[in-house]
């Protein structure tokens, strides 16, 4: 993937055999904005939010 940078680092949610890696996406400014809302009612931080709804979407479409 040419636009995402492998930087590994502890996990803190994932399980231990999950590396996190930090990528670069381009999204609406209107869509980011309602997510880290989103975060701060939930009390969540905005990478939890977006590794939240990622997930279930790939639940919903059968992702593994």
Same mark, same amino acid.
């Given at each position: %993937? =040419?636009? /995402? /940078?492998? %930087?590994?680092?502890? =996990?803190?949610?994932?399980? &231990?055999? &999950? =590396?996190?890696?930090?990528? /670069?996406?381009?999204?609406?400014?209107?869509?980011?904005?309602?997510?880290?809302?989103?975060?701060?009612? &939930?009390?969540? =931080?905005?990478?939890?939010?977006?590794?939240?709804?990622?997930?279930?979407?790939?639940?919903?479409?059968?992702?593994?």
């Amino acid at each position: %993937f =040419p636009y /995402t /940078t492998l %930087f590994r680092s502890m =996990p803190k949610k994932q399980n &231990d055999l &999950d =590396p996190i890696i930090k990528t /670069t996406l381009r999204i609406p400014e209107s869509l980011l904005k309602r997510a880290k809302i989103r975060g701060i009612e &939930d009390g969540q =931080p905005l990478q939890d939010v977006i590794v939240s709804a990622l997930e279930q979407y790939l639940k919903q479409k059968g992702g593994r």
